[in-house]
C-alpha cells in the first residue's frame, strides 16, 4: 500500500528553524497539505497545495516540495508551534487520500 | 463560517454497526466542488483517512475500510453520514469529519484536501 513517510520526532530550540520532511512516490504528480494537532485538538490546516498557507496561518510556516519529498519549514520556531504534524496527499492512484506517520516536533 | 459536529454513540460493542454523523453549517453539500471526509485517529496513534462524499454524491472509499464502509449525505438536513459495520477494538478511535471545497483553479474533477476539521467524537469498542 502507498505510503507517506515523516520523521517520528524533531527537535529545536526557540528562534530556530524546524524542518519536517514528508517523502512519497507520487508526491511529483500530487498535492500536498500539512496539519498540526495538538494535544487532545483537532488537527489545524497550515499548508495547502504544497506551499500556500492559509489566512491565519503565521508566516514563519511555510512548504514546498521537490521530486518525491514534500518539506514544511518553520522559520523561527515558537514554543507554541510544539505538537504534532501530519503530511497528506493523495494515493498514487488519485482515489483516495493518506497520512504520513505524523512527526513530533518539540520547541525546548 | 464553517463548522463541523460529530455525533453518535461512544461505545460500541464488536460485530455491531456504527453510525455516526456529521451535522454541518456555513456551506451546502450541493454547491459544485464541495465535499466532507471521514478521518479518524486511534488512541495515540497517527491520521487514518476513511471517505469522502463529494456534491455529486461520488464516494471514495479507502481500501482498507471500504467493505465495511458507507458514507451518505441528507442535503436538507446538512448532514453527512458514516456507517462502518463489523466494529472490532481496533476500530476504537476519534473520528473527525471534515469540510472542503476544490479551488478554482484545481484541474482535479475531484479534489482530495482537507479544510475546516470538526472537533471529533471519541468511539470505543468493547
Known amino acids: 500500500s502507498y505510503e507517506l513517510t515523516q520523521p517520528p520526532s524533531v527537535s529545536v530550540s526557540p528562534g530556530q528553524t524546524a524542518t519536517i520532511t514528508c517523502s512519497g512516490d507520487a508526491l511529483p504528480r500530487a498535492y500536498t497539505f500539512w496539519y498540526q494537532q495538538k494535544s487532545g485538538q483537532a488537527p489545524v490546516l497550515v499548508i495547502h497545495e504544497d506551499n500556500k498557507r492559509p489566512s491565519g496561518i503565521p508566516e514563519r510556516f511555510s512548504g514546498s516540495s521537490s521530486g518525491t519529498v514534500a518539506t514544511l519549514t518553520i522559520s523561527g520556531a515558537q514554543v507554541e508551534d510544539e505538537g504534532d504534524y501530519y503530511c497528506?496527499?493523495?494515493?498514487?492512484?488519485?482515489?483516495?487520500?493518506?497520512f504520513g506517520g505524523g512527526t513530533k516536533l518539540a520547541v525546548l | 463560517q464553517i463548522t463541523l459536529k460529530e455525533s453518535g454513540p461512544t461505545l460500541v460493542k464488536p460485530t455491531q454497526t456504527l453510525t455516526l454523523t456529521c451535522t454541518f453549517s456555513g456551506f451546502s453539500l450541493t454547491t459544485g466542488g464541495v465535499s466532507v471526509a471521514w478521518i479518524r485517529q486511534p488512541p495515540g496513534k497517527a491520521l487514518e483517512w476513511l471517505g469522502v462524499i463529494f456534491w455529486d454524491d461520488e464516494r471514495r472509499y479507502s481500501p482498507s475500510v471500504k467493505s465495511r464502509l458507507t458514507i451518505t449525505k441528507h442535503t436538507s438536513k446538512k448532514q453527512v453520514v458514516l456507517t462502518m459495520s463489523k466494529m472490532d477494538p481496533v476500530d476504537t478511535a476519534t473520528y473527525f469529519c471534515v469540510h472542503s471545497r476544490k479551488p478554482d483553479y484545481s484541474p482535479y474533477q475531484y479534489y482530495f484536501g482537507l479544510g475546516v476539521w470538526g472537533q471529533g467524537t471519541t468511539v470505543t469498542v468493547s
Open positions: 497528506y496527499s493523495t494515493h498514487s492512484n488519485g482515489d483516495h487520500g493518506v
